[in-house]
């Protein structure tokens, strides 16, 4: 449920107090923060920061009665898909939070959602802001990598592999059961498919493992056939992809007509998994980094010279038939809230 918009006698300062100030030590490289105007952070020697920010409005990025648990850890996952795209480390983060009233129980159980995340990666919360206004969180992250070892989407090289971690179109499928309550919700498959689209994993050991290996790198939030023409283009590359090699989960495949699974999978959005370009001597490398967090990578296809995106599925052309998901243009994918 959403937090009540009505009066509470919970003070700005006491909910910054209550929620988000904790009582232990500070993480290495925090001179600074929260408390005052602004934090002080040192970085490691010789290390380049990395900074990512994202905001999540109710309606547009989760439904309006998300649990506040799951809110709270979508905020934080979504910039961490980014900063694992780059192959950094995450250090701290800010949290500017929204509110239409402070509700307490709600507060709780969003800030154990945020919590529960930030210490599954020893990220601290130096600052942020907190408002009264429609449900908006937005994070910073803010993390590291020795300096020239970013992951960019520019790097690739024509002969390089394209490569994803995990499975795709769990986290649409996911939303679709949301909003159709179907008379199995209570299955197994079900109940899988809704929790990828409510807690996100980010692959940030995976993203640090491909540092050196993968030429490029971007995480997956629009839909492959929306994220992958960005990746191309920056490299100045054209792609293909065999649809066949998607990688598709059991879960997925169990609740969705294969057309059905395989639109999910190109256009669906909200994976968070990592695209990689991979030189094919170095496959096997990334391959058995991979294994060892317990994560599986797939061949999807290759990177070659000229320019634009081609799919083919079954050694025949195939034009998906939406491009991911825009903001600031007329929706591509029905599924987007």
């Keep these: 449920m959403s937090p009540a918009s009505e009066s509470s006698d919970l003070g700005e300062f006491e909910l910054i107090g209550r929620f988000f100030v904790r009582d232990r030590p500070r993480r290495a490289g925090v001179i600074l923060g ?14 380049d920061l990395v900074a990512a920010v994202d905001t999540v409005v109710a309606g547009r990025h989760f439904p309006e009665d998300s649990g506040a648990h799951s809110i709270g850890h979508r905020a934080l996952a979504v910039n961490l898909s980014d900063i694992a795209a780059m ?3 995450p250090l701290w983060a800010t ?19 945020f919590w529960a995340l930030a210490d599954t990666y020893g990220i601290e919360l130096v600052g942020g802001d907190t408002t009264r206004g429609p449900l908006t969180v937005s994070v910073q992250i803010l993390g590291h990598v020795p300096h020239g070892t970013a992951l960019r989407r520019s790097g690739a090289r024509a002969g390089d592999l394209l490569v994803v971690s995990g499975t795709l179109g769990d986290a649409a499928a996911g939303l ?8 199995d919700a209570s299955s197994r498959e079900v109940r899988e498919l809704i929790r990828r ?39 100045g590359l054209a792609a293909h992809v065999e649809l066949e090699r998607l990688p598709l989960s059991a879960a997925l495949t169990s609740v969705a007509s294969p057309s059905q699974a395989l639109e999910w999978a190109l256009s669906g959005g909200d994976d968070y998994e990592l695209l990689f370009a991979v030189p094919a001597v170095r496959f096997a490398e990334l391959e058995k980094a991979a294994d060892r967090l317990n994560l599986t990578l797939t061949r999807i296809g290759e990177l070659r010279g000229g320019s634009g995106v081609t799919w083919s599925l079954n050694g025949r052309d195939f034009l998906p038939r939406a491009s991911g998901f825009d903001h600031f243009a007329q929706a591509s994918t029905q599924i987007t809230v």
């Design 95 to 113: 949290l500017a939070l929204t509110l239409p009233g402070a509700d307490s129980d709600w507060l709780e159980k969003f800030a154990a959602g």
């Design 87 to 89: 192959g950094a480390t």
């Design 176 to 183: 679709a059961c949301l909003e159709a309550q179907p008379q």
């Design 197 to 235: 689209f409510d807690y996100a994993e980010p692959r940030v050991h995976l993203g640090i493992c491909a540092r050196g290996i993968a030429t490029a790198a971007m995480d997956l939030s629009d839909g492959l056939a929306g994220d992958l023409p960005k990746l191309a283009q920056a490299s």
């Design 34 to 47: 929260i408390g005052d105007d602004a934090a002080l952070l040192e970085l490691p020697q010789g290390a």
